[in-house]
């Protein structure tokens, strides 16, 4: 079942509706479990297609087990590496000897998401940090959570257990309409604004061309780089959207995963705003511990800003090596850990040589804040051109533009970056006092005005187009 | 009763949206060059009322040849006839076929449209029992002519293939009001074109085996039948009627079709229609090989020839007042 689509929200109403039965714990549980295991199967049938990824699942079920009766660092060390092993095989990562890959098709959709829920429990089963011990359904429900199954968000098992059994959410009128309106506004960004943000990306690389005057050139170079990074906002938030506003629906709360990322003034801020849920696992299972590790081992004050830069590369390198299997993602990996890095480097020698207050002062300032916003976006679109092209377009792009266009075309998407973002952000400031759309304070018959126009536009859109439901690129991953 | 308040603003809202996209589609969208692959009724009523208020207009009928197959909706030649100023609709659609025709002619009848002159495309092939237009309406065509046509006629045809009842439900709940659901497929047409089949690069005539059947043709014959009535049912109401035979590719096709009963069959068919008072073209062999993209469809410079020699015969029909210089199709209007 691909989400979003007609049929998942179809499918997602009668869960719902054989949910209201009882609010008992057991039987929320019980469908739950039930719900999950019937969404994977609209993927596959064959048992062999899915018994990989059951395979991971028993594996980190028993070494959750493991873990909670024997607290040992080295069967700690042996199963995170037998895990990390098995998700990277499963993966059929580049590294991995293509002999060993097994030589047939199976399940992989949603299994990077299972897996980091799975690596979560082992770790916090390990740290002593789980509520309770887990047991087979509640851990089923849990690593199988339909509505985030497939992309995410990536929840911790004890924000998941409070509203899946302990407390599940209200479900009374506004909390229904504002997620219906999130499931609209979320449909409308996968279905008909990614969509056509991709066909102009399209358009631009295909309107990128050696005959083509300069000006041309570098703006179509400089649009390439730009629509990417909105497309990819509109295609997972809206994706992100629709779940968050179906496992409502469901009374079940899910963690928020983006909050106007091309507002951040900086590349370590625009992780705080963009796939949050990814990067707070990876700040609390690499991050944290890694940089504490280091800190332990190196106990210097003049190293300590020096470590928090590496461990800042080595994450965001994850980060970016866990987008794919080859080695254009190990160069993104190094962009995005470049772009963290020189940013800590950049904060620190900045309040060396200003002073801790002369730099806020200087942040605060509107022409700074601006342009650094520019730069954070523009090297976001930059590092996200390993992410969609192919080696032969981006050596394509390479010979095409030459060094000096490369670099004007990037200064460019900087300037032009930081006008339209500084005043987006304050048109969207005023809207918001103005016509408060997503607002609960604004005027009802405004909000239904708007999300029946979405409605109606997307169900006219998809009547037209008779395509299959949008793509979502994350589901990947 | 504030919460049913919002949903009947809602339900307000939505019909004030779907009243602008039907204004939006009535006025604005255009009438196609050619018709989609899948038609829609709604369309294809839009142009008969369209039509039947205008002058009268010549009428193509034919089948993916004069549609255009592989070409654009510009290179046809019934676009071409039309942009030389020759007051043309052509209403060929992709599996055209002799019971189509006929129940077209009848909607024309139906709309009380008088066409200037007919223009029909014979194909043999569409005479053959195993073509998947032998005796198949097209559904727009089967929902809107079929209560037109005769038991015995209806009885000579294959029932459409019916939608599923939920579908069909859709259908015949949204269809009258809400036109951009009605006319979806003309819209994605408009918008993304017509596809075409796959692409046969260097066409075999193993591909063709069985597509011309070589029995000998009678009046039994579904098409026959159909094509008979289509010119009766015109010179009845006084339309001249112009019938050409399909340009085939006979160097692909020779083993099929050069034959004495494929030419015999062609000669029946041609006393047939010049019995009824059609003027008969036979163009079966008036195109080259390497004027066809595989064993009947047109490449562009062939479709120019074809409006050329359509556009001299519908010269010859007095009342057209077309005239028609050789070295470049021209009419005056």
């Known amino acids: 079942m691909i989400v979003p689509s007609f049929e998942f929200l179809a499918f997602a109403t009668a869960v719902a509706l054989v949910l209201g039965i009882s609010a008992k714990p057991l039987w929320r549980r019980s469908v739950l479990v039930a719900a999950n295991l019937g969404f994977i199967l609209t993927f596959t049938h064959d048992p062999l297609q899915l018994a990989p990824f059951a395979?991971?699942?028993?594996?980190?079920?028993?070494?959750?087990?493991?873990?909670?009766?024997?607290?040992?660092?080295?069967?700690?060390?042996?199963?995170?590496?037998?895990?990390?092993?098995?998700?990277?095989?499963?993966?059929?990562y580049s590294f991995v000897p293509h002999g060993l890959f097994l030589p047939f098709a199976y399940l992989t959709v949603g299994m990077s998401y299972v897996f980091f829920r799975v690596l979560h429990l082992v770790i916090d089963a390990y740290q002593e940090?789980?509520?309770?011990?887990?047991?087979?359904?509640?851990?089923?429900?849990?690593?199988?959570?339909?509505?985030?199954?497939?992309?995410?968000?990536?929840?911790?098992?004890?924000?998941?257990?409070?509203?899946?059994?302990?407390?599940?959410?209200?479900?009374?009128?506004?909390?229904?309409?504002?997620?219906?309106?999130?499931?609209?506004?979320?449909?409308?960004k996968v279905a008909i604004v990614s969509p056509l943000l991709l066909l102009a990306h399209a358009a631009c690389v295909a309107a990128l061309s050696t005959d083509a005057p300069f000006a041309d050139r570098v703006l179509h170079a400089a649009l390439v780089l730009a629509i990417f990074p909105f497309y990819l906002y509109a295609n997972f938030s809206g994706y992100t959207d629709v779940v968050i506003g179906t496992a409502r629906f469901l009374r079940l709360e899910l963690p928020e995963n983006f909050n106007h990322p091309f507002v951040s003034k900086s590349f370590i801020e625009l992780w705080t705003r963009w796939h949050i849920t990814l990067s707070l696992w990876l700040r609390t299972y690499v991050y944290s511990p890694l940089l504490l590790s280091l800190m332990r081992r190196f106990p210097s004050p003049r190293v300590e800003p020096w470590l928090g830069v590496l461990v800042y590369f080595i994450t965001f390198f994850l980060i970016g090596v866990w987008h794919g299997q080859t080695a254009m993602f190990i160069a993104l990996g190094l962009l995005l850990g470049l772009g963290v890095g020189a940013n800590k480097i950049f904060q620190l020698s900045m309040t060396k040589a200003l002073g801790r207050a002369r730099y806020r002062s200087l942040c605060g300032n509107p022409v700074y804040s601006a342009l650094s916003c520019g730069l954070t976006f523009a090297w976001l679109g930059f590092s996200l051109l390993w992410f969609w092209s192919t080696p032969g377009q981006l050596g394509g792009f390479a010979r095409l533009l030459g060094p000096a266009e490369i670099a004007l075309t990037f200064l460019l998407v900087v300037v032009l970056a930081a006008i339209v973002l500084t005043f987006g952000e304050k048109i969207r400031e005023r809207l918001r006092v103005v016509a408060p759309l997503d607002s609960l304070r604004s005027p009802p018959y405004l909000r239904a005005a708007w999300c029946t126009t979405l409605a109606v536009i997307i169900v006219s859109v998809t009547v037209v187009l008779n395509a299959p439901a949008p793509h979502i690129v994350y589901r990947a991953f | 009763m504030a919460r049913i308040r919002l949903v009947a603003f809602a339900l307000a809202v939505t019909v004030a949206i779907v009243a602008l996209q039907n204004f939006a589609i009535a006025a604005f969208f255009p009438h196609l060059d050619r018709l989609a692959t899948d038609f829609s009724p709604a369309y294809l009523e839009r142009e008969l009322g369209g039509l039947a208020n205008a002058p009268a207009q010549t009428?193509?009928?034919?089948?993916?040849?004069?549609?255009?197959?592989?070409?654009?909706?510009?290179?046809?030649?019934?676009?071409?006839?039309?942009?030389?100023?020759?007051?043309?609709?052509?209403?060929?659609?992709?599996?055209?076929?002799?019971?189509?025709?006929?129940?077209?002619?009848?909607?024309?009848?139906?709309?009380?449209?008088?066409?200037?002159?007919?223009?029909?495309?014979?194909?043999?092939?569409?005479?053959?029992?195993?073509?998947?237009?032998?005796?198949?309406?097209?559904p727009t065509l089967a929902t809107l002519a079929a209560p037109l046509l005769g038991g015995g006629d209806r009885a000579m045809l294959e029932p459409p293939p019916q939608p599923g009842p939920f579908e069909r439900w859709l259908d015949q709940t949204l269809s009258p009001m809400w036109l951009l659901y009605a006319m979806r497929a003309d819209i994605r047409t408009t918008l993304y074109g017509d596809p075409d089949a796959?692409?046969?690069?260097?066409?075999?005539?193993?591909?063709?085996?069985g597509t011309y059947d070589l029995t000998p043709l009678t009046e039994k014959n579904v098409g026959v039948h159909f094509l008979e009535e289509t010119v009766d049912y015109a010179r009845a109401a006084g339309v001249p009627v112009i019938a050409f035979m399909t340009p085939t590719n006979h160097v692909l096709l020779h083993e099929f079709i050069d034959s004495p009963q494929y030419r015999k069959n062609g000669l029946f068919l041609r006393g047939l229609l010049e019995k009824r008072g059609a003027r008969v073209l036979d163009l079966d062999t008036a195109f080259r090989a390497d004027e066809f993209f595989d064993n009947a469809h047109l490449r562009p410079p062939a479709q120019r020839r074809l409006a050329a020699i359509i556009a001299r015969a519908l010269a010859r029909i007095s009342h057209s007042g077309i005239a028609f210089d050789p070295q470049r199709v021209r009419f005056q209007k």
């Open chain 1, 55 to 92: 395979m991971l699942l028993v594996l980190g079920f028993a070494g959750v087990k493991l873990m909670e009766a024997y607290k040992r660092q080295p069967a700690f060390a042996v199963l995170v590496v037998a895990l990390l092993s098995a998700f990277c095989w499963l993966k059929n």
């Open chain 1, 129 to 188: 940090s789980l509520p309770a011990p887990v047991g087979v359904f509640a851990y089923i429900s849990y690593t199988l959570n339909f509505t985030s199954f497939l992309a995410g968000p990536i929840q911790f098992y004890k924000d998941y257990l409070r509203t899946e059994s302990q407390q599940p959410a209200v479900l009374d009128e506004p909390s229904v309409g504002r997620a219906l309106e999130r499931i609209i506004v979320g449909f409308f």
């Open chain 2, 59 to 138: 009428i193509i009928l034919g089948d993916s040849v004069l549609w255009g197959y592989r070409v654009r909706p510009a290179e046809t030649a019934a676009s071409i006839l039309a942009a030389q100023g020759c007051a043309c609709r052509n209403f060929s659609f992709k599996t055209g076929s002799p019971p189509n025709y006929y129940a077209l002619v009848r909607l024309f009848q139906e709309y009380r449209i008088r066409p200037k002159a007919l223009v029909l495309e014979v194909n043999q092939k569409a005479l053959n029992e195993a073509d998947p237009a032998y005796r198949k309406l097209h």
């Open chain 2, 198 to 209: 796959v692409t046969v690069q260097h066409p075999t005539p193993d591909l063709y085996e």
